[in-house]
């Protein structure tokens, strides 16, 4: 696709240095954060606008990285101080994990403010961070077409009252199955969706993983499987690539139809599942058009009956 | 469907009494057993014959529940003694469970044989029974178009060797993601399933509950997911009415196409969803074909892009 005619994705969230440990092998201090992985999976379908902070270890060459892939980084403040920094360990089964070591650094002092250059953006993605910052870029979007946010249990146990605030303000919520049920306090996907959209979000995608994710809206449920793979290496950041590859799909083409959102589901399943195949960006940095194609119609064809 | 034209299964199992305990309930010494719920399942597509066994106890009420569905009882054995029971109690999650009680009682002795009228049965499903019984079994069925079985964490356990043989004889395995992966020793299902077919089974089916279902064969994997249900009662027996319901299928058409595999997996993922709405097998019994259609209807529309 040509770089002119992408449409912009505005994208707020963390950007981060991760030091992770699987049963794969490890990295230390390597680009991560939500805003990271969801840039660098829209990046492919449409133009991402970054709204972030890092600190002075930032070098020039992490944000290349960014730059190098289309992403907008003139929303990424540069301060004194550190870099969010997060280090955990992945079990075996590579779905538990242990966090080692939060150190937010300069993300503590994060009060997102959305540059005048990105104000028309129709499209935004709140990513995975404090809901009272989401909240705050809620407000100052206040003409865009279409709200998206991720979210996680951290934010279900410790910011209840401002995550059931800034629900009641987005379209879209992604979460995990588990994460839905806590946050629904209901035992099955369906019924905890059902709960959640009555608060706010018209549409809620359900990430499950390596069980694919499924899409409850206005009359419209949809289901993709994930791609299976031979071989995980690090789940961190799946979430968030899922994130950016849909919505970057969805600001791409502006519809909310039955068979947009279907395609919007099978782009971020096939961006998460390069995702995993190594330690941080790496998996999804620099892939041709053909190796995601090809995977997307690996993936339809598991459910071609 | 015309119960003239209905082609047979022959079904292998147990025909127990279970003690379930769940969060939504309980039952006593209800009708339960690997082969109570894959024939009654069955029922709806095919002409289920079960070979099995039960006590003094299994009174005819509950043989005349199988037979009123069509299930060929002859080859169901009375002796003296006590019906196999199973006690058991679901944790909250409906995934964990603990066995209470496990009583064998006939079914210790049981030495399961095809009767003459069932020899020349094409399909046949070895039901989740220790591996001995079904190579017992396989070897009687010389002449079967397509042997399946189905397995179980607890034979992985203690009875590998027996398993191992087995497998290299049958041409469709059932299990579900944690055993194939226990089985095989690998982190993916992906993986666990090329490794395990290596060792017999052209197909693999693995059941991955509220997740769906994946085949694996010759040139083929399709998925299909688990029906959305708000409400689970009891999830005991959904597998073997899962593999019920898919032999059900391919006994009535024969074929081993991929559309006819893709049908398959649907029929056992809908009538697995039946089963796990209600205790025992009462899911199950007396669906109208409407019922039943509809709820494909749906399953079908959830990865209808």
């Not at 002119?4 to 440990?21: H, W």
């Amino acid at each position: 696709m040509n770089e002119q005619n992408k449409e912009p994705l505005l994208i707020v969230g963390s950007v981060a240095f991760d030091s992770v440990e699987t049963p794969q092998g490890k990295a230390d201090m390597a680009l991560g954060g939500s805003a990271s992985y969801a840039s660098i999976a829209a990046s492919y379908f449409a133009k991402p606008q970054v709204v972030g902070i890092v600190g002075e270890d930032f070098e020039s060459h992490h944000m290349e990285r960014l730059h190098g892939h289309g992403v907008d980084v003139r929303g990424i403040e540069s301060v004194a101080g550190r870099t969010f920094h997060w280090k955990g360990r992945y079990h075996e089964n590579f779905k538990d994990r242990d966090t080692l070591e939060t150190a937010l650094n300069v993300f503590q002092h994060f009060n997102p403010t959305i540059p005048d250059a990105y104000r028309d953006t129709r499209f935004v993605l709140l990513g995975n961070i404090d809901p009272r910052l989401q909240l705050s870029v809620r407000r100052q979007a206040k003409d865009a077409t279409l709200v998206a946010m991720d979210t996680m249990n951290f934010w279900i146990n410790t910011e209840r009252d401002a995550l059931q605030e800034v629900l009641k303000q987005v379209d879209l919520l992604f979460l995990n199955d588990e994460e839905a049920m806590q946050l629904a306090d209901e035992w099955t996907v369906l019924a905890a969706a059902a709960k959640i959209r009555q608060w706010g979000p018209r549409y809620i995608v359900i990430k499950r993983g390596e069980h694919g994710a499924v899409l409850f809206g206005p009359d419209v449920t949809l289901y993709v499987p994930a791609v299976l793979l031979t071989r995980v290496v690090d789940p961190t950041g799946a979430g968030d690539t899922f994130a950016g590859g849909f919505l970057g799909h969805l600001s791409r083409t502006g519809s909310l139809e039955r068979a947009n959102l279907a395609a919007a589901l099978t782009w971020g399943t096939v961006m998460a599942s390069f995702a995993v195949e190594a330690f941080s960006v790496d998996g999804i940095c620099g892939l041709s058009r053909h190796d995601i194609d090809a995977r997307r119609n690996h993936l339809i064809d598991l459910v071609r009956y």
